[in-house]
């Protein structure tokens, strides 16, 4: 009678949305990307081939949903389902930025639930598991019928924070849903919470105005909390807000610095000491201003594949801060 003793194999292999992320995730791993071709045809189609086998192994796809988001969502599902017809064991995908989580229920008539679409087409290429960092509600996770491993970066940015933060911090959150992170911040590094009354115009994307602070920030540090800096005109709004109400100086925080359209102008003129953000989506070098902080999220987003792959326990990484 043969017996064999299978070895588990990992194998990582990466999209085009941000290769130097990519890159910083498998030197943390110590493991190479794995060989895969990925071009695109004149009528704007995409070719995928994974070029070494992974017959058996747990592959992991990473990739970010960044500009063009489409297109990068589109090649990660061709890498899922090319690593599925090549018999991969099983397959994470790896999503640092989840796109379309802002459409996670109909906030009016006739709308679509665009995250819990983005959701299926996953499952339907071949995915058994996520990997994603700091979605815009966790409900999100319940739109999956299998494992979805929720990192969370607050570790990275507080760390960052308890380095620069000095005298009596509140930690505002910039709309009502944004509690929970501000106080998560706040139980890590001391300090209050505040709250910014929001009102989005009906019938508006990207726009909303602060109206009024719910919290004591006179003459104390503020720091705005929040999971993504999209056109940034709510940070920029809530800013001159609490400087208004006698902020002594403002603090902006958050996961994904998308900076769409004018948000890196707005932030420049803004009476902001400094935004801090991850390298969940590449900031080009356009992008990027004095005040510009950016903390690369490779290692945390490693140590979760590593734990993925030996069988351990994420949420354990986060002492249940994850959730």
Do not use: W
Not at 247 to 273: M, Q, W
């Amino acid at each position: 009678m043969n017996e064999h003793v299978t070895t588990k194999k990992l194998i990582l292999v990466a999209g085009r949305g941000h290769e130097e992320l990519s890159l910083e995730i498998a030197e943390c791993l110590r493991q190479p990307l794995g060989d895969v071709v990925l071009s695109t045809f004149a009528n704007g189609e995409i070719y995928c081939r994974i070029g070494e086998s992974i017959r058996g192994a747990d592959a992991f796809v990473i990739q970010t949903h960044c500009e063009p988001i489409n297109d990068r969502i589109m090649e990660q599902l061709l890498m899922i389902d090319a690593a599925k017809r090549a018999s991969a064991k099983r397959i994470t995908a790896v999503v640092p930025f989840y796109g379309y989580s802002r459409q996670d229920r109909k906030a009016e008539g006739r709308e679509p639930i665009s995250a819990r679409l983005v959701a299926d087409i996953l499952t339907v290429a071949g995915a058994h598991r996520v990997v994603t960092v700091d979605l815009h509600t966790g409900q999100i996770q319940g739109f999956f019928d299998y494992p979805v491993d929720h990192l969370t970066a607050v570790p990275v940015l507080a760390e960052y924070l308890a380095g620069v933060l000095d005298g009596e911090t509140v930690f505002i959150a910039p709309d009502a849903g944004g509690g929970k992170l501000a106080r998560r911040y706040a139980d890590r590094l001391g300090g209050d919470i505040a709250f910014i009354d929001k009102r989005r115009p009906k019938g508006t994307h990207n726009v909303a105005v602060a109206t009024e602070v719910v919290g004591e920030i006179a003459g104390r540090t503020c720091v705005i909390v929040d999971d993504m800096i999209d056109t940034a005109g709510t940070v920029v709004s809530a800013a001159n807000l609490l400087i208004d109400r006698g902020a002594a100086e403002v603090y902006v925080v958050a996961t994904h610095g998308l900076l769409s359209g004018p948000a890196v102008d707005r932030l420049k003129n803004a009476p902001i000491r400094e935004v801090v953000v991850t390298n969940t989506v590449p900031i080009p070098s356009e992008k990027r201003f004095d005040g510009l902080r950016v903390l690369s999220i490779a290692p945390l987003v490693a140590e979760a594949i590593d734990a993925v792959f030996e069988d351990r326990s994420v949420s354990e990484l986060f002492g249940g801060d994850n959730l």
